[in-house]
């Protein structure tokens, strides 16, 4: 079922989301060398604490697999769900992708940006700016009237106009009073349902695109998923309600 959200339920979306986006505004200034990635999801769970939500992705279970931290981070070839560690240390060149998610009074918002550490090769900063502006063009197609697959459509066009592979095996996702709702939103045009956009309705949309090829596989820990060449992945997301005035983009700061 494709929940649409009311005009109050909306509201408690909007501060939600608003959360993510003031959280994830304020991580992006830690990033630079030498930062820990444990250092990074230190800062956002103490951030959340304090705002009053509550982290969405600790304690997330995905079969038997329970995610332990409230940051994904994933560095150059990794596309999602990096884990938090001591041990990781951002280096100068590196790209890095900060996933966040919290709820607050029951209902859940849902961000992702990737970013340079300081001095990037020219590679890495045009897999950004595509990877960014295929969200872009993702959301404008969140228009009453039209289906999924258009901002399937669009998203997946634009990244493979640049040469650039979109992910398969992950996908946006309705969300709300759960992390993950129905309906899945997929990065590429495939054979799933296809419902039509309505107002109300509120979606993850989170393009993961791949220099090289889109294929990817999950690391010994059960949830780092790095691409199967080792190439670099970037990811953007932003959780967008479906509005009679067009898409409001919720996870802004
Ligand atoms: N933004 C990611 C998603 O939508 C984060 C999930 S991490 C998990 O799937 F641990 F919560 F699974
Ligand atoms: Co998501």
């Not at 200034?29 to 990074?40: F, H, K, Q």
């Not at 959340?48 to 560095?75: D, H, M, Q």
């Not at 228009?143 to 095996?169: F, L, P, W």
Request: charged share 25%.
């Amino acid at each position: 079922m494709i929940h649409r959200r009311s005009a109050k339920e909306l509201d408690l979306m909007r501060a939600a989301c608003h959360t993510v986006g003031e959280i994830l505004a304020r991580l992006r200034e830690l990033v630079r060398p030498g930062i820990s990635t444990a250092e990074l999801d230190r800062y956002a769970e103490e951030w959340t604490i304090e705002s009053g939500a509550t982290p969405a992705f600790k304690g997330y279970a995905v079969g038997r697999n329970v995610y332990p931290a409230t940051l994904c981070v994933s560095i150059n070839e990794e596309v999602v769900h990096g884990m938090p560690s001591p041990k990781r240390i951002l280096a100068e060149g590196d790209i890095v992708g900060l996933d966040f998610g919290v709820v607050r009074e029951g209902y859940y918002g849902d961000s992702a940006i990737t970013m340079p550490v300081g001095c990037t090769s020219e590679e890495a900063d045009d897999l950004i700016r595509v990877t960014r502006e295929s969200l872009e063009r993702g959301i404008e197609r969140l228009q009453v009237g039209n289906r999924i697959r258009d901002v399937s459509e669009a998203i997946q066009t634009h990244a493979e106009s640049h040469g650039y592979g979109v992910v398969r095996d992950f996908v946006g996702h309705g969300i709300g009073q759960r992390l993950h709702e129905e309906p899945q939103v997929p990065n590429y045009v495939g054979r799933g349902q296809n419902p039509r956009l309505k107002e109300g309705m509120v979606l993850a949309i989170e393009p993961m695109v791949c220099a090289g090829t889109y294929e990817v596989e999950v690391l010994d820990d059960g949830w780092t998923a790095v691409t199967r060449d080792r190439r670099l992945s970037a990811h953007f997301e932003h959780s967008v309600a479906v509005t009679a005035n067009g898409p409001e983009v919720l996870t802004l700061a």
